[in-house]
């Protein structure tokens, strides 16, 4: 039991005569506040023995002859349970809710009786929409004590208190339920969606069609002046050679009486010819300047 003294003895016979040692098994201090004897004694004495002196404590008998002899001795110390309230010993609740007390003990042995009360009244004798559970853990010496309430009600709020009992003692711990406001309900707001709009790349696509009829319409425009301008550089080039070919038939049929008048003609067929001839040079720039500003526009668009 936790606080009292405890004596530990292990015989070792040999020749020549062992000599004994003590060792925990977890490798901790031994806690020798007022040893008997030594550690390297046959006895071993704990004074005031508390829980964290429980465990398994080796002997070790060894004389210089090997192998060396050990034997385990298990301690075990008897505690009156510890209680802790959780989450606190303050806790709210929200009405026409559920809520769970909870009370974490440790003893050895474990607890065995655990208890709830409300107003210093078993909870038992109260209502049947308390549920009060007693959970062990596997492989511990913890136990939590439980207490459930189905839909809480005004009158439910108040002083509670949990107690936890084994062969060494009991204790006690108390939790004081209030009243609370239910949390505000959240509010979402809504981001506008970046999502394209339905047709848009159908839109897209229209547009890219329409710049390509566009631009297919411009090449057959391109062609045919092209074309046009082929006809006229052919009819300028015809005309020059027939104006040429007149004006050396006149030289050679007419008289000399009449030089100056086939002179005059022959000059003013020439200024007509140059004046066609730049007339057909600006359309063609005309056509070009055009053609470069709707390509331009295509590009933008």
Known sequence: MEGANVTMECEARGLPTPNITWRRDDDKKLSLARPAVSAGGKRIELYNVQRMDAGSYNCIASNRVPP???????????????????????????????????????????????????????????????????????????????????????????????????????????????????????????????????????????????????????????????????????????DGRTAKDDASANDQTKTPIHVNESKDKATVGNKASFAHRCSVVLRLFCCAVIVFLSSLWDELT
Request: net charge negative; aromatic share 4%; with cysteine.
């Open 68 to 238: 060396p002899r050990s034997r385990s001795i298990m301690l075990r110390v008897q505690y009156s349970p510890s209680i802790m309230p959780s989450p606190s010993p303050l806790q709210g609740v929200v009405l026409d809710r559920n809520v769970t007390m909870k009370c974490h003990t440790e003893a050895y042995p474990a607890v065995t009786d655990g208890q709830w009360f409300k107003d210093n009244i078993a909870i038992g004798d109260i209502t049947d929409r308390y549920l009060p559970i007693i959970r062990p853990r596997s492989g511990s010496t913890a136990v939590t004590l439980e207490l459930f309430i189905i839909n809480v009600r005004k009158e439910d709020t108040g002083e509670y208190s949990c107690k936890a009992s084994n062969i060494v003692g009991s204790v006690e711990a108390r939790i004081d339920i209030d009243e609370v406001l239910p949390p505000p309900p959240t509010t979402t707001t809504e981001l506008p969606s970046t999502a394209p709009k339905a047709g848009g790349t159908k839109g897209r696509e229209h547009r890219k069609d329409r710049n390509k009829d566009r631009k297919g319409d411009n090449e057959d425009v391109d062609s045919e002046d092209m074309v046009q301008n082929t006809d006229l550089f052919s009819s300028i080039s015809q």
